[in-house]
Every structure is written in C-alpha cells, then in structure tokens.
C-alpha cells in the first residue's frame, strides 16, 4: 500500500496545454525526474515548459523555460520538443524541431543546463513569451524584472547529417559521453523507421 500511488504532482496551470502537446519527454538526474512538454500552453508560442519532480516526496519542486528558436520567415512554426536526456552531469540533450515535412524542416539537438533559471511554479500559471525573457547578457538589478531561460548549447542538425525531413524525431538516447542514439517517428505509416548514431564533436 503506497500513500502516494496517485498522488496528484502537476501544476494545475498544465490544464492549459495545447491539444495533444503533452509530455513529449522523460529524463531522471539524481534525485529528480524532468518531464518536458512538447509544446508550451495555449498562447505560449516561443517556449516549452520543463517540469522537475523529486523522486524521493513525488513533490512538483521546478518548472523551467525552455526557449525555441526563432522560426525563419516562411518555414513552419519551431514549437516541439521531440524528446530529452540527460547527460550525466546535470544537463540535458533536446531535440527540438518543427511539423514541416518539407525543405524547411528543423530538426536539432541542444544541450541545455537548466540550473539558475527562473522557477515558474513562483509565478501562480503566468503565461510567458519572449519578451518576459532575460537578456543574454543581463546585471543583477534586471533579474527580478525578467524571466531567466534554461541555457542552450547548439549540438547537432539532424537534417544535415541525413535525417529525411519527412521524420519526426521523437528518441533520444545517451550511448556514451560522446554518442548520442536517434529514431524517427513514422506516425503509423509505412515509412521506415531509422536509427541514427552521432558522434558528439570534443
């Protein structure tokens, strides 16, 4: 008989999530489970949302902002997180992409460090955008007045290095300290699905 099967942990703000844009990844680092949501909520158009849960209480500690990208003029919306994980020494590689199937498709990996950003669980469900965001460069004075993002690092573009723009990429896998692994989604087609491998560059 456990007392916490069931225990309600998400913020109720969750409610607001887009349609069909849950969570989208899992990830655990130490104490903590990341859950990341594909897309952010309803209104919500330049970021995602990154959930941390203790493991030991089931407690909803930290709730992050993870930034997209800015879409190029014409390309389809950048707005998925495909999937997450961790890397071993508190950060954390994310696929982000867009829906495109076309010559405009975006499909990337970031490394990201979630630490000293803003926790939006402070925040009672505020919606966010990108003009709550901090400055890159930013003094101390302004930390009260903006929203802190994760921080990204830019790793690999899964299109270049032969992923068909057709695939959604929605598995990620950390082989070794320099080997990510990849698969596709082929949404109950008949597509192929793929394995890729990448080598992390030093």
Request: proline share 5%; net charge negative.
């Amino acid at each position: 008989d456990n007392p916490k099967l069931g225990q309600p942990i998400l913020p109720k703000h969750l409610a607001q999530r887009k349609l069909n844009r849950g969570y989208e990844g899992l990830a655990v680092s130490g104490d903590s489970v990341y859950a990341f949501l594909q897309s952010g909520l309803t209104d919500e158009a330049d970021s995602s949302r990154i959930l941390r849960v203790e493991k030991s209480s089931g407690r909803a500690l930290e709730e992050y902002i993870y930034p997209f990208e800015s879409t190029p003029k014409g390309w389809s919306k950048i707005d998925k997180i495909g999937d997450a994980a961790a890397a071993g020494d508190g950060t954390f590689f994310v696929i982000e992409q867009n829906s495109s199937t076309g010559d405009d498709a975006f499909r990337r990996i970031y490394r990201i460090d979630p630490r000293g950003a803003t926790n939006l669980l402070n925040l009672s469900g505020r919606k966010v955008n990108a003009s709550d965001f901090c400055p890159t460069e930013r003094t101390k004075a302004e930390v009260e007045n903006c929203l802190l993002p994760v921080k990204k690092e830019f790793v690999a573009d899964l299109v270049e290095l032969g992923l068909r723009s057709s695939d959604k990429a929605e598995g990620l896998a950390v082989i070794d300290e320099k080997t990510l692994a990849i698969v596709n989604d082929n949404d109950f087609s008949d597509r192929p699905i793929y394995l890729m491998i990448v080598r992390l560059p030093n």
